[in-house]
């Protein structure tokens, strides 16, 4: 599958905010959840929050109550609104479905200084 596009990243102080773009195919963004992921250097890639096509959403310990996942079906386009950054949110950020039924995009790196 076409990898997804992610952008909206960039260099931000800690406590500042940013707002992802996924976009997707939309044949498999209309049928499957959708969700956001982490990587940096020398770790596996990381779930941090799902979003499913009735807007259902869940978050992992490390993003709750700062991060906001939504999806516009219209634009067949994932957000992640990510707020109160801390430095150990730096990393490249992806989209992907639960099942991984896309290749991996470039990501969009996330970098927040202290």
């Known amino acids: 599958q076409v990898p997804p596009v992610e952008s909206g990243g960039g260099l931000v102080q800690a406590g500042g905010s940013l707002r992802l773009s996924c976009v997707a195919s939309?044949?498999?963004?209309?049928?499957?959840?959708m969700g956001w992921y982490r990587q940096t250097p020398g770790k596996r890639r990381e779930f941090i929050a799902r979003?499913?096509?009735?807007?259902?959403?869940y978050y992992t310990n490390s993003v709750k109550g700062r991060f906001t996942i939504s999806r516009d079906d219209a634009k067949n386009t994932l957000y992640l609104q990510m707020n109160s950054l801390k430095p150990e949110d730096t990393a490249v950020y992806y989209c992907?479905?639960?099942?991984?039924?896309?290749?991996w995009g470039q990501g969009t790196q996330v970098t927040v200084s202290s």
């Open positions: 992907n479905t639960l099942a991984f039924t896309f290749d």
């Open positions: 939309r044949s498999i963004f209309m049928t499957e959840d």
């Open positions: 979003i499913g096509s009735s807007g259902y959403s």
